[in-house]
């Protein structure tokens, strides 16, 4: 019923810029949190950034000062504009949502997409 479906993913010389988007379908008006998560071969998915209902977000001290989290209502989408990329970015960045917590960990989220890998050249 409810679908999240990453898109803009590639891959990008270090220094540069990527912006991933996340699409959302079904019933999505409860959604209390979305947010970005990438996990690296062999590593625990780990949060990079989430928004919660009232507009607030959270950054990951890693993109801190380099990623912007956005959505866009109107579109039901979500979007993670990346920029200074370096090659410890690359990874499959993932989208996912909760009705009920925002909190930096996986184990929060109950819906996810498939993800769109992100992969950063020197």
């Known amino acids: 019923q409810v679908q999240l479906v990453e898109s803009g993913g590639g891959s990008v010389q270090a220094g540069g810029s990527l912006r991933v988007s996340c699409t959302a379908s079904g019933y999505t008006d409860s959604f209390f949190c979305m947010g970005w998560f990438r996990q690296f071969p062999g590593k625990e998915r780990e949060a990079v950034a989430y928004v919660d209902t009232y507009g607030g977000t959270t950054y990951a001290d890693s993109v801190k000062g380099r990623f912007t989290i956005s959505k866009d209502s109107g579109k039901n989408t979500l979007y993670l504009q990346m920029d200074n990329l370096k090659p410890e970015d690359a990874a499959m960045y993932y989208c996912?949502?909760?009705?009920?917590?925002?909190?930096?960990?996986?184990?929060?989220?109950?819906?996810w997409g498939q993800g769109t890998q992100v992969t950063v050249s020197s």
């Open positions: 996912a949502a909760d009705r009920s917590y925002c909190i930096g960990h996986h184990s929060f989220y109950t819906y």
